[in-house]
């Protein structure tokens, strides 16, 4: 029954008429009695399908109502509209799901984005998210290809883990102890992790790289692409609970190379969805260019959605270290007039957010990749640079987002590792596993982790995080 489905997409591509095709969908809008506006999801441009006046029952009429889902058949023919090449006159129309259109949520007109993350189950059904979610496709199978092109291999790394020396992020812990305070004790008091499922403390991964550090020992060239978790209760437009992270690991790349990488990768994944994902694209830079016209005009961007994706695969990144950039903050008039909410005074502070933004957004205006930062803001697994008080680590900071990328070239020493450790409080016992790679054939390696919803929001536009994952789940929330 449901096999000779055209896709709406294929339909609008070609202007072929004259045939019988079958498609099948939701209504957005049904006009005059006789215009349904369909939409299959296979694309945001909707179909016109005419019901010619007299043909059909009024009892079907009334059932095409907005959120329904049809199934129509009829004859591909010219349109007269405009913005469509074709259109499908229905010979029949069969209802597969009626919407009662008092209490569909989504009615034809526009939304806040608030209201929609309140109905997420529905909201895949809106132009706005019809498009995220296709680029958000795009960009997930753009990052297999760019990585298995070069003949890279992907890890799946564990989701469960019992490390918790990483310091990236609070973490969420995983157990089946009941917890109404019946859970064994140990003669101090604390929880005996001995009786939980997994006989010690394990808790939800923060991170994949460790485990990528392993398999790059073997493999040379790894990336991992899964959920990650972290328990931060950060309640920004650039944090999740649950996000999804890129982490490359590659044996015999240093920090130029791993720059060199994270560079071509992004603008890679980015012209992918350009090619790919020209009209949601598009519509998503029309939005944006409404919203930005309720701004003030001091506050609005210089350049469109589609001029910065452009300028971004086009122009070499800006690439100094930590140090020139804390010169730069510290001369800056927006440091002198303490425009700053944190001042910057001296060498060694990190840098918030409000610093990253401005290095990317009002000083060099593109995106730039920070280098060599001080050892105490920095991982543990950070390589120590020669001059004993910097490491060989990397961020890249895009326009409108801030961090995108976190990477570093990693210690692969391991008197300088332990001895790091050591300085830093982590166990070395619980790390034995990897510190074995680097009493086992250990060679210089790079790598980074690019949070995957943080460059959805890049390629889309979108202010809020939220609102580029299909059900987000943050502090205080975690509905469906
Ligand atoms: P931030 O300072 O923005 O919190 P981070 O320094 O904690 O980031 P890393 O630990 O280096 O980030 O993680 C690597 C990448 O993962 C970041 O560059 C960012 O793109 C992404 N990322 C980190 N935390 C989150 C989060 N809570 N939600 C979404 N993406 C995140
Ligand atoms: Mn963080």
Redesign the pocket.
């Known amino acids: 029954m449901f096999n000779k489905r055209l896709k709406i997409k294929a339909l609008l591509a070609s202007d072929d008429t004259g045939f019988e095709a079958t498609v099948m969908g939701w209504v957005r809008t049904f006009r005059n009695n006789q215009f349904i506006a369909l939409n299959d999801g296979s694309t945001n441009n909707n179909l016109q399908v005419v019901a010619s006046l007299g043909l059909f029952e009024e009892t079907t009429l009334k059932r095409l109502t907005t959120g329904a889902c049809i199934k129509v058949t009829g004859e591909v023919v010219a349109s007269l509209g405009k913005g469509q090449k074709v259109e499908l006159k229905a010979a029949s129309i069969e209802i597969l799901g009626d919407s009662d259109a008092e209490k569909f949520p989504l009615q034809p007109k526009k939304h806040s984005l608030e209201f929609l993350r309140e109905i997420a189950h529905l909201r895949f059904r809106t132009n706005t998210f019809g498009a995220i979610f296709r680029i958000r496709h795009s960009l997930a199978f753009a990052v297999h290809k760019f990585f298995n092109d070069k003949g890279f291999i992907y890890l799946h790394t564990p989701i469960i883990t019992a490390s918790d020396a990483e310091g990236?992020?609070e973490m969420f812990r995983v157990t089946t102890l009941p917890l109404d305070g019946s859970a064994p004790k140990n003669d101090d008091g604390s929880i005996s992790f001995k009786e939980d499922f997994f006989g010690r403390s394990t808790n939800l991964t923060v991170?994949g790289q460790l485990e990528g550090e392993l398999a790059a020992m073997a493999f040379s060239d790894v990336y991992t692409f899964g959920p990650t978790f972290?328990a931060?209760n950060?309640n920004t437009a650039?944090?999740?609970?649950e996000?999804w992270?890129i982490e490359p690991e590659v044996a015999f790349n240093d920090l130029e190379d791993n720059m060199n990488l994270a560079e071509a990768f992004i603008k890679y994944v980015i012209d992918y969805a350009m090619q790919h994902n020209k009209e949601d694209l598009e519509f998503l830079a029309q939005r944006l260019e409404e919203e930005e016209k309720q701004k003030p005009l001091a506050e609005r961007s210089e350049m469109g959605l589609l001029d910065k994706l452009n300028f971004v695969v086009n122009n070499d990144f800006e690439r100094l270290t930590y140090t020139e950039a804390i010169e730069i903050l510290k001369e800056s008039n927006h440091n002198k007039k303490k425009k700053f909410q944190y001042l910057i005074e001296g060498w060694g502070v990190d840098l918030q957010?409000e610093h990253e933004r401005y290095l990317v957004e009002k000083h060099f205006k593109k995106p730039v990749i920070l280098t060599d930062y001080p050892k105490n803001i920095k991982s543990f697994y950070m390589r120590l640079n020669e001059d004993g008080k910097t490491v060989a680590a990397m961020?890249i900071l895009a326009p409108g987002i801030?961090?995108?990328?976190?990477g570093s070239q990693r210690e692969e020493r391991l008197d300088k590792l332990t001895a790091r450790m050591k300085e830093m409080d982590i166990p070395a016992e619980e790390l034995n596993w990897y510190l074995d790679t680097r009493r086992f054939g250990a060679c210089p390696h790079a790598g980074f982790?690019?949070?995957f919803?943080?460059l959805v929001q890049f390629v889309t536009g979108m202010g809020n995080?939220r609102d580029v994952i299909p059900f987000p789940r943050y502090p205080k929330s975690a509905e469906f």
């Open positions: 990236a992020g991170s972290r931060e950060s650039r944090h999740l609970a996000f992270m957010s961020d801030g961090e995108i990328v976190g982790g690019l949070g919803e943080r995080i």
